[in-house]
């Protein structure tokens, strides 16, 4: 059920990040920003 749920919410352009407890969910959230930044970022200049 996860895998379709995330499949789909890649499907329709979303980024998807999975939290989990037994992990520092707010650096993961960090870096999840950041990447997503950096990939509507790349080939632009600012």
């Known amino acids: 059920q996860r895998a379709e749920i995330s499949a789909a919410l890649r499907a329709a352009g979303a980024g998807h990040l999975r939290l989990r407890t037994d992990r520092d969910w707010l650096l ?19």
Do not use: I, L, S, Y
């Not at 993961?28 to 600012?46: L, N, P, S």
């Open 28 to 46: 993961d959230m960090v870096r999840f920003v950041a990447a997503q930044r950096h990939t509507r970022t790349r080939g632009t200049t600012r």
